[in-house]
């Protein structure tokens, strides 16, 4: 009988901090961290990477960082998940480019979660 050997399974995690003062509470880094954990415990993940950006979005223009989505090229099928602690801290444009987002990262075999 064959042993069937199941890889851990791997996650990032996204952080996106708007101001200083959101950097000290309420979004602070440490808070989206917390939260991001949270996601992977439930899920049995462990984060083995985060991607952290201090940037202000008040428009659509925001979206994920051009290094975590070639990490996640270069690393196809090896990462299980990508968290964000919320929507609004990977992209302005809403729902639907969020949606978006989650079928180019699904492309990489990774399930995009907040």
Sequence with gaps: MSEVI??????IGFLRVSSDKQ???GDSPED???RIEHLASKLDAKVTKY???WMSATNEE???????LKYLEVHKGKIDFAFVA???RFTRAGYPVFEKLQRRIASYGTILLD
Excluded: C, N, Y
Excluded at 6 to 11: C, E, L, Q, W
Excluded at 62 to 68: H, K, N, T, V
């Design 23 to 25: 950097g000290l509470k």
């Design 51 to 53: 991607f952290e950006i």
């Design 32 to 34: 989206q961290t917390k």
């Design 62 to 68: 925001l979206q994920p960082s051009e290094e975590l």
């Design 86 to 88: 919320v929507m609004d």
């Design 6 to 11: 199941v890889r851990p399974k791997t996650a």
